[in-house]
């Protein structure tokens, strides 16, 4: 089991014992039943004192995340809160677990793709939604005139008519760029982690919002960054925080989803972006700026990416097709500048020789046509309609003590409970009646809070929405209603 202690953190090494061993638990890495190292050799391997060990460990037994055994050990024991599918007995794997592995956590994979009927924990869109048949015809017409696709390697930067389609698809957004500075990714998640490998090692400082896209912290976490986070607000990422943040520590990188946050919706201001800007230049750091879908706004269009204020080349840029367009493409693209493109060319070099062309090019007819922008209003038109269904039901049925974020765009509702509940273990009964949806604590990459939730209302058509939505409620009533009546937590 690999620990990464960062010994200049504001959390204290006790705590990032604690976390480290619940991520790897939420992260499906520790199964039930599996040992943990005695206090005695954690301590050595760690290089700290036996008491801090031991601190974290009784505080892991009290949340009942761990057990003792007198004379055998320290073993995982998932609660009943948190177990819905467990392995019993040993197998011929067990072997296994004496191979170290260098992932801190990888929470987001966990509930991306799950096997609930009302799917509500991932941003992805209804495929119903998507243009598939088109672009099925297109890839049918491209291999009847150009068979050989099949058979010929991409460019490593990316087919260069769909860099150019994509600079032309960005000029419209009122950011300009050129061919020469887009590097063609397998979706955005490639562009987090080509940056992150290229630029971010053991202990560099990186900047990331609280809440914030739980891929990004799994990639960070993964290079054993130093992660330091600024609470969010309607308007994005806290300014103030930041400068304050940037005046004791030098980041390396400040990570931020601008336009229609991920998790909570919000919206960053023309005004708070030019100030990101300006602390990045002042302090030598990378912005990388996640633009996962500012197409879908429901109101009026957002403010220009931050990139298009850029004129020093502080900002990377990612722009992700998969959500809006098609999944199985996965295709995004990443624009930067200056040597810090070279780079991450070189690392994209490192990583797969290029995306498939076959991907590359089936999308081209489609982004540079009018059908393109056709296709985004009427996307608009009925995430919308999802969008106000959910607001309505939870207004009608939540309780009270419920609050949310009112997202202008994007794909999600950020829900906040009362602090004595921990979605983590409520969605163990949303599970019951077939529903899922995001714990909050995924999305904080160091303190997490757990009486947070994402509801991603942009996958399941109004039917299935309605009922899960409003399930969710009445589950939520019924934790209340017994919180008032009992004065003590529900056993969930």
């Known amino acids: 089991m690999h620990i990464e202690i960062q010994r200049n953190a504001d959390m204290s090494i006790t705590n990032q014992i604690y976390h480290s061993v619940l991520d790897q638990i939420r992260s499906d890495f520790l199964e039930e039943g599996s040992p943990?190292?005695?206090?005695?050799?954690?301590?050595?391997?760690?290089?700290?004192?036996?008491?801090?060990?031991?601190?974290?460990?009784?505080?892991?037994?009290?949340?009942?995340?761990?057990?003792?055994?007198?004379?055998?050990?320290?073993?995982?024991?998932?609660?009943?809160?948190?177990?819905?599918?467990?392995?019993?007995?040993?197998?011929?794997y067990d072997w296994q677990l004496s191979v170290e592995d260098y992932l801190p956590r990888s929470q987001f994979a966990r509930f991306h793709q799950v096997p609930e009927k009302i799917h509500l924990s991932s941003s992805m869109i209804d495929p119903g939604l998507l243009p598939n048949r088109y672009l099925e015809q297109?890839?049918?017409?491209?291999?009847?005139?150009?068979p050989r696709v099949l058979s010929k390697y991409g460019e490593i930067q990316g087919d260069k008519a769909l860099r150019q389609a994509m600079v032309e698809y960005l000029q419209k957004m009122n950011l300009s760029t050129d061919p020469e500075n887009i590097l063609v990714t397998s979706g955005s998640q490639q562009g987090i982690d080509l940056i992150a490998r290229t630029f971010v090692g053991p202990g560099d400082v990186v900047v990331m919002e609280a809440p914030t896209y739980p891929g990004a912290i799994d990639v960070f976490r993964g290079r054993g960054a130093t992660i330091l986070t600024v609470p969010v607000d309607s308007e994005g990422m806290r300014v103030d925080l930041l400068h304050h943040l940037c005046d004791k520590y030098k980041p390396k990188i400040i990570y931020t989803v601008p336009t229609f946050h991920n998790p909570t919706g919000a919206l960053m201001p023309t005004k708070r972006r030019r100030e990101i800007l300006e602390i990045a230049e002042s302090t030598q750091s990378l912005v990388i700026e996640d633009d996962p879908c500012s197409e879908i706004y429901f109101d009026r269009k957002p403010p220009a990416a931050m990139k298009s204020l850029d004129k020093e080349g502080h900002v990377i840029y990612l722009k992700g097709l998969s959500k809006i367009l098609a999944p199985g493409c996965r295709i995004g693209i990443l624009a930067a500048s200056g040597s810090i493109f070279k780079r991450l060319l070189a690392a994209k070099a490192n990583t797969d020789l290029g995306s498939p062309?076959?991907?590359?090019?089936?999308?081209?007819?489609?982004?540079?046509?009018?059908?393109?922008?056709?296709?985004?209003?009427?996307?608009?038109?009925?995430?919308?309609i999802r969008r106000d269904l959910v607001l309505d039901i939870l207004s009608q049925h939540a309780p009270e003590e419920v609050s949310w974020f009112l997202p202008k765009g994007g794909l999600n509702i950020w829900l906040t409970l009362p602090s004595w509940m921990d979605t983590n273990h409520f969605l163990v009964e949303t599970k019951k009646e077939q529903i899922t949806f995001l714990?909050?604590?995924?999305?904080?990459?160091?303190d997490q809070e757990n009486h947070h939730l994402r509801l991603s209302f942009s996958y399941m058509n109004e039917q299935p929405l309605t009922q899960g939505v409003t399930t969710i409620c009445h589950l939520l009533q019924s934790a209340v209603y017994l919180k008032n009546k009992q004065g003590s937590s529900p056993h969930f």
Request: some cysteine; proline content about 4%; glycine content about 6%.
């Open 36 to 92: 943990l190292p005695s206090v005695r050799k954690l301590s050595k391997q760690l290089g700290v004192s036996l008491v801090t060990v031991v601190k974290a460990y009784q505080k892991l037994e009290q949340d009942g995340f761990i057990t003792s055994v007198q004379g055998k050990g320290t073993f995982i024991k998932k609660t009943k809160k948190e177990v819905v599918e467990g392995k019993k007995g040993s197998s011929s």
């Open 138 to 146: 297109e890839i049918h017409r491209m291999l009847s005139k150009n």
């Open 357 to 384: 062309l076959l991907t590359q090019k089936a999308i081209i007819p489609f982004i540079t046509s009018k059908r393109m922008m056709d296709h985004l209003k009427k996307l608009r038109i009925a995430l919308k």
């Open 439 to 446: 714990p909050g604590a995924a999305c904080y990459p160091a």
